[in-house]
């Protein structure tokens, strides 16, 4: 392969339009008639918010650039300017299929299900009298109609919020021939409102938020003559820049610009699609944007409020069935765990195995008199989380409590300056990371005594501190009380709270140092051992994988007769399937239940296999801008255990598994006639759960 040039720009995928297949992926989902239907209408909501992420970040950057002039074209080829022409095209029909899937699959199939939305054209007398008494008693108190004149500009409109844009005719009390109104629907009340059955007749009826004001709009405005009402919803850049360099203190940084994400530069304009022409026009340059950032919905603007559907109807035939998580083979409630841990290292496999242990590893800590010190990494563990009240009581036990709080998590940069003014005020060591670098691996380190000398117990994982996500999320928790292990986990504490220079590690590899070497270095070294006729095999999965230098070496090594087979549940820019290049390359996305997290690396070593563990996905930021571990699975069981249960068996996955196309398509898979369904997370279920 010498002769081929891999940064070719058609051997990659653009990293965006990757992004938008993905969510194409979830939305299929929600058309799965093997999936619960309440499920199936969580999967639409989901993807809806992913979409609105996706344009407050990853769209948004993109309109800076431009703005900016930066137009320089990334691996693929495309400048931003071509990027946004692409992303607008393929967003509207995502956008498009979302409100069909909603008004043609899922709203029918609840309704035959006795879950209806009763529509302002069907209410009958009495439900039609509720609504009103439902708007004087909730609604009218709390609502500031906004005339639009001279006197009173366009008023700032709240990033993803509901508001309602009112054409008038006639003249107020004033005497003003104010033509138009904007209306905000305020954000403490529900989108969705369930209707008492003794008015309807049925358990499960709902009239949207948006439904009562279209039919009491008028009520605002005595006197005058309401021509029209239309929702509307405005999507702002929400991305915080701090210039940490600049500054003396992050946390008040970040605190100072928190309020301003609500009213970031405008990206997206979503309105009701009987919305004249001249009016979405007319919102269009208020908010300085273009046709092609104008999306008209055949529904609610706001289609994520419908997962409140989710949780307040009680069928259980609508949902996944309960599962209760397992724990390991004879850890029992109140096991000893450093003693447990000793004799062997302990692996978890969330959420089939309990997140508990991990939880009752920190509170054993911190009541145990023989611990001496408890350090931690936080990136997200949500605003109620135990452990951080574990965390706490450690601090106010008298251990010496150190945690690193990432403060720059997005969108959960408010609960972690939350957190972080608790776990101070209970006088615990509370440090933000390294400026520049984003604190994402997931460490806790126990300093025990134990006989006159000095024990570490460390847990190592690819997944936050977060007990919800760890039943959402599929991820890896290692304890251990290996001592070069523990001796590489200090290293890195002593890295994030203090100054040096960087100590060599012995097992781990840590980005920004040496994890992006070492997946290079292992990776070509499988390249060498195929060259070489030895048995060479790449098995990885991660969330993201789109850095050039990683995708060159897998390609390399496909060219090479290395058989690669990645798992890559997001964005991937590598392109399979490319004669000579990328043909022994297969990329599969796995997609159901649970959200896969697991970043797990395998390689095969010439007979003498390596398998890596990380909190860290194939990205440039995860690579060069964050403080990452990955870190080995030594003991041969528990390596082939991660082997076939995260790897083996997603790979034998045809019913919940995406095939990536060389045109940056995806194809789901099916059994074959000879071949029996399997799913790799209904095998684990079966496997693990308890109930």
């Known amino acids: ?61 993109l309109k800076q650039q431009v703005q900016l002039g ?8 495309l400048s931003a300017t071509e ?68 006197a009173h500009p366009f008023p700032r409109i709240l990033n993803k919020s509901l508001n309602f844009i009112v054409t008038l005719e006639g003249k107020d009390a004033f005497g003003r021939e104010s033509r138009m109104a904007v209306v905000q629907a305020p954000r403490s009340l529900p989108r969705v409102i369930r209707i008492p059955p003794e008015i309807t007749g049925g358990d499960y009826d709902f009239v949207f938020l948006s439904s009562i004001l279209h039919a009491h709009v008028g009520d605002l405005f005595q006197g005058m003559t309401v021509t029209g009402c239309y929702q509307f919803r405005l999507t702002r850049n929400s ?48 908010f300085k944007l273009g046709p092609e950032d104008l999306y008209q919905v055949n529904g609610l603007v ?43 290292d302990l692996l978890l496999h969330h959420p089939y195995q309990s997140f508990m242990p991990v939880v009752e590893f920190l509170r054993q800590a911190a009541r145990d008199p023989d611990v001496l010190a ?94 919800g996500t760890a039943r959402a999320y599929t991820d890896f928790g290692l304890i251990t009380a290996d001592r070069t292990v523990g001796e590489d986990v200090h290293k890195v504490f002593q890295q994030l709270t203090g100054l040096g220079k960087v100590s060599r590690l012995k097992r781990l590899l840590q980005a920004p140092f040496t994890l992006h070497s070492g997946m290079l270095e292992r990776i070509e070294r499988e390249t060498a051992h195929a060259l070489a006729g030895r048995p060479a095999r790449i098995i990885a999965r991660m969330n993201s994988l789109i850095e050039p230098r990683v995708i060159q070496a897998l390609y390399r090594a496909s060219g ?21 290049i990328s043909d022994h390359i297969q ?58 249960e995260t790897l083996l068996n997603y790979l034998a996955d045809n019913t919940q598994s995406w095939a990536l196309q060389k045109d940056g398509s995806y194809k789901r898979l099916k059994p074959a006639s000879n071949q029996k369904p399997r799913s790799a997370q209904n095998d684990l279920l079966a496997q693990y759960s308890t109930t």
């Open 83 to 150: 990027q946004l022409t692409r992303v607008s095209e393929q967003a509207h029909t995502l956008v498009d299929d979302q409100y069909r899937t909603l008004n043609e699959i899922v709203i029918p199939a609840l309704e035959s299900e006795g879950v209806r939305f009763v529509r302002r054209t069907h209410w009958n007398t009495e439900q039609a009298n509720w609504v009103r008494e439902f708007f004087q008693q909730e609604l009218l108190p709390v609502l500031s109609p906004l005339g639009l004149d001279p």
């Open 70 to 77: 930066v137009n320089t074209p990334g691996p693929d080829g």
């Open 560 to 580: 090479a007769g290395v058989r690669v087979d990645l798992m890559v549940r997001g964005m991937c820019s590598l392109r399979p399937g490319i004669p000579g």
């Open 302 to 344: 706001n289609l994520n409020r419908l997962l409140a559907v989710h949780d307040l109807v009680e069928r259980p035939h609508l949902r996944f069935p309960p599962f209760t998580p397992s724990l390991p083979p004879g850890l029992a409630p109140g096991t000893d765990l450093f003693q447990t841990v000793r004799h062997a």
């Open 374 to 467: 408890i350090k931690q990494t936080l990136y997200r563990t949500g605003v109620r989380s135990q452990l951080v009240d574990i965390l706490v009581e450690a601090a106010e036990n008298g251990k010496e409590v150190t945690v690193i709080v990432e403060l720059r998590a997005r969108f959960d940069e408010e609960a972690n300056i939350q957190l972080a003014n608790r776990l101070q005020d209970a006088g615990a060591h509370v440090v933000y990371g390294v400026v520049g670098y984003k604190t994402h691996a997931k460490l806790a380190m126990v300093v025990r005594r134990e006989k006159g000398r000095i024990v570490r117990y460390v847990h190592l994982g690819t997944g936050n501190y977060h007990t």
């Open 239 to 286: 991305d915080l820049f701090v210039r940490e360099e600049e500054i003396d203190d992050l946390l008040m940084a970040l605190e100072g610009e928190l309020p301003q994400r609500n009213y970031g530069e405008a990206v997206r304009l979503e309105v009701a699609d009987n919305c004249p022409q001249a009016t979405a026009e007319f919102l269009l340059r208020q």
């Open 1 to 61: 392969m010498d002769d081929v040039d891999l940064s070719n720009p058609e051997l990659y995928l653009n990293r965006e339009l990757s992004l938008l297949e993905f969510n194409r992926r979830v939305l299929e989902l929600a058309k799965d008639e093997s999936i619960p239907l309440l499920e199936r209408l969580r999967f639409l909501c989901i993807s809806s918010t992913n979409l609105d992420e996706f344009f407050e970040v990853r769209v948004a950057g």
């Open 587 to 644: 990329v599969r996305s796995v997609l159901g239940r649970f959200l896969e997290h697991s970043r797990v690396f395998y390689f095969e070593n010439g007979g003498e296999p390596e398998l890596f563990l990380s909190s860290a996905d194939w990205m440039p930021r995860n690579f060069f801008r964050r403080v990452e571990v990955a870190f080995p699975v030594t003991d041969e069981v528990l390596r082939k255990r991660v082997l076939q």
